[in-house]
């Protein structure tokens, strides 16, 4: 598989339709891999794919990395199915054209969550938990996909990857808010969170902006707080599940249940999941006249 | 006009977010007819239910508010046609991640009231008041908490050996 | 540092009974920023005025806040005086501590404590409030006025008396609409022709205005002040300025087919004018039944014609003119499907002339079986009509025999929520009782029935007019009809008459219907090719039911007659010259100003992510490229039309980075106040 892959992006670069190609390569250690920018042809049998690739690619496509890009008319990437949730959201929100984008999917199995927990093979043990009822193993949209690419159903509701979301939702408020309280205690404002989402591209982040000081940058209680409610409230309907922030959190805070838990909220409301489709616009901005309101008086 | 207002150990601080097309004239109307509500309301007018943004509520609760009132025109009357339709939605799911939080939204009221409901404001007003008082203090992000997670954890792990 | 001036407002003692007005004044001087407070009896009275002007000339304020009554009540006043004493008018705000707070709660040491925050978060909110200054945008002074019914004249004229260059645009051949088709109209019984084509004849000849006939509007773009219309003249296949309507064209024409003006009681010619006082006296060609257009045989009125002005090669021709403002006219038609047990269905006039067999087989019953002469009351006008195709003679459509015995039936369509519309069409009643009284002038030994449920006779002279129907001859029975079958050739109606308990049934000759008024079929398409709102019958919708009744949602867009509900003759024109008195305000100046209260956006922050332009309901954002000074591109952005922004401020709430703000209610204002409040609530 790997090689139609590196086949491919030869065949790309040396005809000149791509700038550049980004994917894996080796890490610095047999545990890890790293991302790579393929620029020559003759450099791409450094492309590997296997469970360990757990990093989010599309990150490097965001605007804000724009620096990074100049003079890159046209990039492939290689995709496993949710990176490429990413990459279509980032195209529906305008952030992308469609045709600067070559994207080589690859059929994806799972990751493995930590490269602690790899020992040659991906198994239950250590699969990470976004990749717990899948859809897009196969993905979803591709330029180039070795071999016959399946047709999968994907019509099926989202449902939440962590037990933790179900659990914290069983416990009573004031002990889900103590909870929280405790697990934020950890939290010191590195916006790591931030820097690592996909869709995370405001040329100027509500939390740097000083009139007003919307967020409290200091890491007291008040300013993390308001930090992650406003995460939480900016990524509804936008957020593709690539769980990267909980990854990247250097303090080992599961970030993205309020994530999860608000893609299940907008599944349950609109029926609406992320990142499938290059034209949908997310659901807070659109609205239907028998929206429910069940909670107004 | 003319009903005794009761002072209690603990006065819950509101916060009002209301269009001023609709729920600001109500309330207006609520005046001029000289009816009698709880005085623990503070309104900030915007001129329209779609401008109230969540980053408005979760201000107001850091600033020390005990309860938030939201309050537009009716589906379908919005002076600028859709606002209250965006308004629903945002709330909808900013409810949501507050519960989820472990922020009672029973302290968040969202109702429709139009220019003419004056009566309704009153009552919503009152009734809001009375359950913020009851639920007391909004519990502040300073408070000294222990951590319960860990021990439903064990609870979880007990229950299911 | 800030220089704020607070004035409480005793309001006699509305304020002063539950408030200490005092001690919110000595409260608000110890605020950061404050340095001038007054307490007064009535702050909006002339010397409360001049304090106020006074106070901010000689303190040199920067900001005021006025506590007192609701903003609706005083805030212009306020603001308009500041202006005058030199202060930008948005750096006034109001607190308000009457109808919030001292006539709702009876406690004075309450509302002292509440009126002590209200003041307090204005406080806070206005040193963040911008000197905002009002937009000026250029104007084209022209109107476009859409139909050329009698609203869309009286306006028209309106308009031109007073100087302004006018367009209609009409997409029948003639100017006249309804109006035209009536033969004598209520309650004077004048001769509709007569008082209207007098008008008809000034708007032709008047400098100013423009008459598009055959025309139709195709696409419109732009706001208030600057529309540009893309206008779709219709080939008349004729030279418009060559033609001296000599008629001998449309009087030697061998080919014949339904008038569209006659309500299908009658043929005309395929090169024609609806009705001989047509303005402009210039026929036109159908084209969907010209055998010479179609397969190049005859052109006989080409060679009758004297000037040779029959043109069969010409094209619609496209004319992109821009406008300041539109007035819509477009009128309304009759309920044109009636109920199948009435018998009368007759497919609407406007249908195509070849009806397709699937559409033939629709028909509820075949030729044979309809019953021609129950007709509706644009049809009765026509035979009513001296002009007409009986000449004035009132007889029946089938045979030509002059009738004996017609029934009218009222509420045809109107009040029904099951088969019709549930409004009342206000004009039935009054024009079946005219035509009650057309029909006794002419068939004098005439029994006339009317079947009513109620009798809605509202206007000056019109419950006279209705007795005067009723003196003349004319028999009301208080009932429904429930059936019309043939009888011989006769038509039996089967009716109830709930006075006397009793059912009544009489042979009729003939049978007219005061069917429901609706809009216009295509009111929907028309109403979205201007953007403007419609409801659920397609009426087109005002800003405000009572205080706005002839603006549309859109700005610079006015409604006049029918088009916007049901109204008769003198309400239309009253509602013509309103528009024209709204479109000569908008003109009044040589520039418009527009309220700053709208959305600008930081174009540096700006991601382009397009929501606001999603999210905007009046879509006045607009995507624009930004370039250096090379001319090369550099980023995208939002960018706020001021002439359609209306300041709602959902853009504002929907952007992540806050990069589009709403003048008036920034983000900082918003937080001001809310960190303002928190003192004691009791």
């Known amino acids: 598989m790997i090689e139609q892959i590196r086949n491919q992006a030869r065949k790309l670069l040396e005809d000149g339709d791509v700038d550049v190609v980004i994917g894996y390569a080796e890490g610095s250690d047999p545990a890890r891999t790293t991302p790579v920018f393929i620029r020559k042809a003759e450099d791409v049998d450094k492309l590997i794919y296997d469970p360990r690739c757990i990093n989010s690619l599309p990150l490097y496509l965001n605007k804000r990395h724009e620096y990074t890009r100049k003079g890159w008319k046209k990039t492939a990437i290689i995709g496993k199915g949710c990176d490429i949730r990413a990459i279509v959201q980032l195209i529906a929100e305008n952030q992308l054209k469609r045709d600067e984008i070559y994207i080589l999917g690859v059929p994806c199995e799972g990751q493995v969550s930590h490269p602690e927990k790899w020992d040659g093979s991906l198994h239950d043990g250590n699969r990470a938990s976004k990749c717990i009822g899948c859809d897009v193993m196969t993905p979803h949209e591709t330029d180039f996909f070795p071999g016959d690419k399946p047709d999968v159903d994907r019509s099926n509701p989202y449902e939440v990857t962590s037990p933790k979301v179900a659990n914290l939702m069983e416990l009573e408020l004031d002990k889900r808010f103590a909870f929280w309280r405790t697990d934020f205690d950890r939290c010191f404002k590195c916006y790591a969170c931030r820097e690592v989402c996909p869709h995370c591209s405001c040329n100027v982040c509500i939390t740097d902006e000083t009139t007003p000081s919307w967020i409290d940058p200091a890491a007291h209680k008040k300013g993390v707080f308001s930090w992650h409610l406003t995460r939480a409230m900016h990524l509804v309907g936008r957020c593709t599940g690539c769980g990267e922030c909980t990854r990247a959190c250097p303090m080992d805070i599961q970030v993205d249940l309020f994530n999860q838990r608000m893609k299940e909220v907008v599944q349950e409301s609109y029926s609406y999941k992320p990142g499938y489709s290059l034209e949908d616009k997310h659901p807070l901005i659109t609205y239907q006249v028998d929206d429910r309101e069940d909670f107004i008086k | 006009m003319g009903k005794k207002i009761e002072i209690h150990d603990f006065e819950p601080k509101i916060m009002a977010f209301v269009c001023k097309w609709c729920t600001y004239s109500g309330a207006d109307l609520a005046g001029t007819s000289r009816m009698d509500y709880s005085p623990n309301v503070r309104m900030v007018r915007l001129p329209c239910s779609g401008r109230i943004d969540p980053q408005f509520m979760i201000k107001a609760f850091e600033q020390g508010a005990d309860g938030v009132i939201i309050s537009g025109c009716h589906p379908g009357d919005c002076h600028y046609n859709e606002g209250n339709y965006y308004a629903r939605r945002r709330n909808t799911t900013f409810r949501q991640l507050m519960d989820f939080n472990g922020i009672d939204i029973e302290r968040i009221e969202f109702s429709w009231i139009s220019a003419a409901e004056a009566i309704k404001w009153t009552e919503v007003i009152d009734a809001f008041t009375e359950k913020v008082r009851e639920l007391g203090r909004h519990p502040q992000y300073n408070d000294d908490i222990v951590d319960p997670y860990a021990q439903f954890l064990v609870q979880k792990e007990q229950e299911s050996a | ?682």
Not at chain 3, 173 to 192: I, K, Q, V
Not at chain 3, 213 to 218: S, V
Not at chain 3, 605 to 632: F, H, S
Request: contains cysteine; charged residues 25%.
């Open chain 3, 1 to 682: 540092m800030a220089k704020i001036g607070v004035f409480v407002c005793q309001c006699g003692n509305n304020i002063a009974r539950t408030v200490d007005t005092a001690d919110v004044a000595k409260y608000s001087s110890e605020q950061d920023g404050v340095v001038h407070v007054e307490d007064y009896k009535f702050m909006c009275s002339a010397p409360g005025q001049e304090m106020f002007k006074k106070a901010i000339k000689e303190k040199g304020l920067d900001a005021c806040i006025v506590s007192a009554c609701s903003p609706k009540m005083h805030e212009a006043t306020f603001r308009n005086a500041a202006e005058a004493a030199g202060l930008n008018p948005f750096k006034v705000e109001i607190a308000n501590i009457r109808e919030h707070c001292s006539w709702v709660h009876d406690d004075k040491a309450v509302g002292t404590v509440k009126s002590k925050d209200l003041t307090k978060m204005m406080i806070e909110r206005i040193k963040f409030n911008k000197p905002l200054e009002r937009y000026v945008m250029p104007l084209t002074k022209r109107a476009l006025v859409l139909g050329g019914g009698i609203a869309g004249i009286q306006a028209a004229l309106d308009l031109a008396q007073a100087g302004v260059d006018v367009h209609i645009v009409e997409r029948e051949p003639s100017l006249g609409g309804n109006m035209a088709r009536l033969s004598e109209t209520f309650p004077t019984l004048d001769c509709s022709q007569c008082i209207m084509t007098p008008r008809m004849v000034e708007v032709q000849n008047h400098p100013l205005i423009t008459v598009h006939a055959y025309a139709e509007l195709e696409q419109l773009s732009g706001f208030i002040g600057n529309f540009r219309a893309r206008i779709r003249q219709k080939a008349k296949y004729v030279i418009d300025d060559l033609c001296t309507g000599c008629g001998e064209c449309w009087e030697k024409c061998p080919f014949s087919t339904e008038s569209e003006f006659e309500m299908g009681l009658v043929k005309r010619p395929i090169i024609y004018i609806p009705f001989p006082q047509a303005v402009p006296t210039v026929p036109v060609i159908d084209n969907t039944e010209c055998p010479k257009i179609l397969k190049d045989k005859c052109g006989l009125c080409a060679d009758v014609c004297g000037p040779d002005c029959i043109d069969f090669t010409q094209q619609d021709e496209i004319k992109e003119i821009d406008f300041g403002a539109i007035i819509v006219a477009t009128g309304f038609q009759l309920m044109p499907n009636v109920y199948r047990e009435y018998g009368g269905w007759r497919p609407p006039h406007m249908t195509p002339k070849k009806l397709t067999a699937k559409q033939r087989k629709a028909l509820p019953r075949s030729d044979a079986g309809r019953l021609v002469d129950v007709i509706n009351g644009l049809e009765f006008e026509r035979l009513a009509s001296a002009s007409g195709p009986t000449g004035g003679q009132i007889r029946r459509p089938s045979d030509g025999k002059i009738p004996e015995t017609v029934v009218f039936i009222a509420c045809v369509g109107s009040r029904d929520c099951n088969k019709g519309v549930e409004y009342c069409s206000k004009i039935c009643c009054m024009y079946t009782a005219k035509h009650t009284m057309l029909y006794q002038h002419a068939v004098h030994h005439g029994k006339s029935y009317v079947f009513y449920m109620d009798i809605r006779a509202g206007g000056k002279g019109y419950e006279e007019f209705i007795n005067r129907a009723q003196d003349e001859g004319a028999q009301y029975v208080r009932g429904r009809v429930s059936r019309l079958t043939k009888k011989g050739d006769k038509i039996l109606v089967k009716g109830a008459d709930t006075l006397t308990g009793q059912a009544v049934d009489v042979e009729a000759d003939m049978v007219v219907l005061a069917t429901a008024m609706v809009p216009q079929g295509d009111a929907e398409q028309v109403a979205q090719t201007l953007g403007i709102g419609y409801d659920k019958h397609g009426f087109f919708s005002e800003q405000h039911p009572k205080l706005m009744p002839v603006e549309s949602s859109t700005g610079g867009i006015y409604l006049a007659g029918a088009c916007q509900g049901v109204k008769d003759i003198p309400e239309t024109v009253s509602q013509a010259s309103a528009t024209a008195a709204k479109v000569l305000a908008l003109f009044s100046k040589d520039e418009m100003e527009r309220d700053p209260e709208i959305a600008i956006v930081d174009q540096e922050k700006c991601m382009n992510c397009w929501d606001c332009v999603t999210v905007c309901p009046y879509l006045a954002i607009n995507r624009v490229e930004l370039k250096d000074r090379n001319g090369n591109f550099r980023k995208w952005a939002a960018e706020v039309n001021p002439g359609l922004c209306q300041g709602c401020g959902i853009c504002n709430t929907a952007c992540r980075s806050k990069s589009i703000e709403l003048m008036g209610y920034t983000n900082e204002q918003v937080y001001a106040q809310i960190t303002a409040f928190g003192g004691d609530i009791i």
